[in-house]
Antibody, heavy 119, light 112 residues
Framework: QVQLQESGPGLVKPSETLSLTCTVS????????WNWIRQPPGKGLEWIGH???????NYNSSLKSRVTISVDTSKNQFSLKLTSVTAADTAVYYCARGLGVEVTPPYYWGRGTLVSVSS | QSVLTQPPSASGTPGQRVTISCSGS????????VYWYQQLPGTAPKLLIY???QRPSGVPDRFSGSKSGTSASLAITGLRSEDEADYYC?????????????FGGGTKLTVL
């Protein structure tokens, strides 16, 4: 069974870069689409973007200028970087994996990690 | 404003059948699979339905999904108190302005 675990700072200052890592166990990071999704407190889900092991990426158009998703196959991890953060980026961040090689919503999810943006 | 439209709330009594709708367009629901998630308070979303109407292992058959054109529905039969949660629909969107996964705004289900 695939398991995903998010890790990273729980507090980031405004204008700085938010960096999170997702560690994958129970399966290889080769193949599949690797996603980041976030959920502001009390609000709905927002897809941030995904990375396909071949190097293909797609990002939410509203975040595209600030987001980078990359994969480290040697560590079976993938990461999220979001630059120039503001209070509006405060959210629970989830990493997730698709089911197969087609682009679909995520099938497996991590437990999520809360990131607060505050000085 | 979410790309997929869901009613903000739904309710039912124990044992009842409840449906939650999800409306989209030709670039998302109309041409791609619909997924449904259940989110209990303080927890990560749990996949209930994938591929429009497929249940992952362990999801009770009280939960079922359907799709017609650019709309989809989640049905819950034999409603239980533990079904009280937020429910989200999702689909891939082939929009030229930026393809990606789109979610509904979520429906809060209350078991009366």
């Amino acid at each position: 069974q695939v398991q995903l675990q998010e890790s990273g700072p729980g507090l980031v200052k405004p204008s700085e870069t938010l960096s999170l890592t997702c560690t994958v166990s129970g399966g290889s990071i080769d193949n599949y689409y690797w996603n980041w999704i976030r959920q502001p407190p009390g609000k709905g889900l927002e897809w941030i973007g995904h990375f396909y092991y071949s190097g293909r990426t797609n990002y939410n158009s509203s975040l595209k200028s600030r987001v980078t998703i990359s994969v480290d196959t040697s560590k079976n991890q993938f990461s999220l970087k979001l630059t120039s953060v503001t209070a509006a980026d405060t959210a629970v961040y989830y990493c997730a994996r698709g089911l197969g090689v087609e682009v679909t919503p995520p099938y497996y999810w991590g437990r999520g990690t809360l990131v607060s943006v505050s000085s | 404003q979410s790309v997929l439209t869901q009613p903000p709330s739904a309710s039912g009594t124990p044992g009842q059948r409840v449906t939650i709708s999800c409306s989209g367009s030709s670039s998302n629901i109309g041409s791609n699979y619909v997924y449904w998630y259940q989110q209990l308070p303080g927890t990560a979303p749990k996949l209930l339905i994938y591929g429009n109407n497929q249940r992952p292992s362990g999801v009770p058959d009280r939960f079922s999904g359907s799709k017609s054109g650019t709309s989809a529905s989640l049905a819950i039969t034999g409603l239980r108190s533990e079904d009280e949660a937020d429910y989200y629909c999702a689909a891939w969107d082939d929009s030229r302005s930026g393809p990606g996964v789109v979610f509904g705004g979520g429906t809060k289900l209350t078991v009366l």
